[in-house]
């Protein structure tokens, strides 16, 4: 008779491949997953779906609304108008003043929503100051707040798919902060790139192309720039985001509870109404996050886990050296993320990871922290992240990507060989 552990490995393999083909969106093959965990008696109904009821989703759904609310009240738009003012059209200062504040917004909110903000402030800018050229902007900005967004448990959700899939496996999680002493100093390595080789490389990449035709929506244009919020609203909205991010500083209260909390103020004061919750809130990554947290459950009941670990042992044969086996697997998260969603990437590899350091006695935090980070830097294609994705309003070729952001990946593998090891030993 098969083991219910071989049965949760094939149904992940071919999870793996639905993710991969995608003939079915993302979140109906992680609850295809599920079903199909309960099904073949993998594991029970209660243990598959406990995702769908787990803290990390309520975490994630909560900040997305606090995001929603940021761009409705105004003051996303207003932070970017101060980055304008500050730049005094010069782009170089333009293009890191955008960076690091965008970046630091999306340590706290989400960092799709803040990247749409400040790519309509971008196209705005840049109709109005022939200085500022937007295929010089767009692309490092994504990065930015993919760097700024891995640096907190909630900026964005590979760091809360990973650590869903280490509290399911191991009984361990990530603090609010864990993540932010590396994710900083990525941060601040990117922004050192982008400084005094980035900006300068990614010109001599598209220098001379055409640039593309802004969208001529003049009204939606003014709306970003032009528009009167109402200042109320906007001093509501700023003092509680100020507020949430004292509490996550301070973990006076739970972090999921704190977002919930937060939320709910957004919805009371009239700061976005339910309605706009329904029509923007980011539903298909709710979905997909628990039914990938309930796949990593039945996986650990099932122990299929512990045969997968089995099964990577064997192929590195006698090589027990943590760092050996924290680069390979840090390297193979990178690859895979240039091709496949972030959080898949994360699936694949972390479980993986977690079950070798049971076996080896290495430190289950270091090794998730590593991996997380090499999924949630990954943009040398556009198929990499939804960030990066969004990009190409500003008409970069596929190969921009690859030269532009390849140097800047290769740099960030090494930092994280260097940087988590340092925060958080292997061992």
Not at 370 to 387: D, E, F, R
Request: include cysteine.
């Amino acid at each position: 008779m098969v083991s219910p552990g071989i049965i949760g490995l094939i149904v992940l393999l071919l999870m793996v491949i639905l993710f991969i083909w995608k003939p079915i969106p993302a979140p109906a093959t992680g609850v295809l997953g599920c079903v199909l965990m309960v099904l073949f008696g993998v594991s029970s109904f209660e243990e598959t779906f406990s995702g769908f009821s787990s803290s990390i989703v309520l975490l994630m759904a909560s900040a997305m609304v606090v995001g929603i609310a940021m761009f409705k009240t105004g003051a996303a738009q207003i932070i970017g108008r101060m980055v304008i003012r500050l730049s005094h059209g010069n782009e170089m200062l333009f293009l890191m003043a955008s960076c690091i504040v965008s970046g630091l917004l999306s340590m706290f909110l989400a960092n799709t929503a803040i990247l749409a903000a400040f790519i309509s402030i971008v196209d705005s800018v840049c109709r109005t100051s022939p200085k500022i050229k937007q295929r010089n902007i767009v692309l490092p900005l994504a990065c930015s707040v993919m760097f700024g967004g891995a640096s907190t448990l909630i900026g964005c959700t590979p760091q809360l798919t990973a650590n869903g899939l280490m509290s399911e496996m191991v009984g361990i999680e990530m603090g609010m902060w864990d993540l932010t002493g590396p994710g900083l100093s990525l941060f601040a390595i990117f922004l050192l790139y982008l400084y005094f080789i980035g900006y300068k490389h990614g010109k001599s990449i598209w220098s001379g192309r055409k640039s593309v035709e802004m969208v001529d929506d003049e009204e939606k244009l003014r709306s970003v720039i032009e528009a009167h919020y109402d200042k109320r609203q906007v001093r509501l909205m700023l003092l509680i985001t100020a507020v949430m991010i004292v509490s996550y500083i301070t973990s006076v209260i739970p972090p999921a509870l704190t977002a919930l909390i937060a939320a709910l103020l957004c919805v009371v004061l009239g700061l976005c109404s339910v309605g706009d919750i329904e029509r923007e809130l980011d539903w298909k990554t709710v979905v997909f996050l628990a039914s990938c947290l309930g796949l990593a459950n039945a996986l650990t009941v099932s122990g299929a886990g512990e045969l997968i670990g089995d099964a990577v042992a064997g192929l590195l044969g006698d090589v027990r050296s943590p760092m050996v086996i924290f680069a390979v697997l840090v390297m193979l998260t990178l690859f895979i993320s240039q091709f496949i969603t972030n959080s898949t990437a994360i699936i694949i590899t972390l479980p993986i990871g977690l079950s070798l350091c049971t076996m080896y006695g290495f430190s289950h935090m270091a090794f998730c922290i590593g991996i997380t980070l090499a999924a949630s830097i990954a943009c040398c294609t556009p198929l990499a992240a939804a960030q990066i994705t969004m990009t190409q309003v500003a008409g970069y070729e596929f190969s921009d990507y690859l030269r532009y952001c390849l140097p800047l990946t290769l740099i960030c593998y090494v930092a994280i060989l260097i940087v988590v090891p340092l925060f958080f030993p292997l061992v």
